[in-house]
């Protein structure tokens, strides 16, 4: 990961993001990365963090609940309340 260039992280799917973040936490644990490194890598874990939390975010607010009528046949959506 040094020597390459890293991902810019808003341009990252969630899916890279999170792999990448997973990474990240392994060498962390690890506990055999340099300070500096270690630093640098955390900073880079945090963005990935909120780059994972803000697609969330606009999934969920693509998330549409079917709304059915009497019947049970579908009739419509609406935003889904996942609160």
């Not at 810019?8 to 962390?28: G, N, P, Q, Y």
């Not at 009739?75 to 309340?81: A, C, I, M, R």
Request: hydrophobic share 35%; aromatic share 2%; with cysteine.
């Amino acid at each position: 990961m040094a020597d390459a260039a890293p991902a810019d992280v808003k341009k990252l799917s969630f899916e890279r993001a999170m792999e990448e973040l997973e990474t990240i936490v392994k060498r962390l644990e690890d506990g055999k990365v340099p300070l500096e490194e270690s630093v640098a890598i955390y900073e880079r874990g945090e963005a990935l963090k909120r780059r994972c939390d803000e697609l969330l975010r606009q999934a969920e607010a693509r998330v549409d609940k079917i709304t059915t009528d009497a019947q049970g046949k579908p009739v419509g959506t609406e935003p889904l309340d996942v609160q």
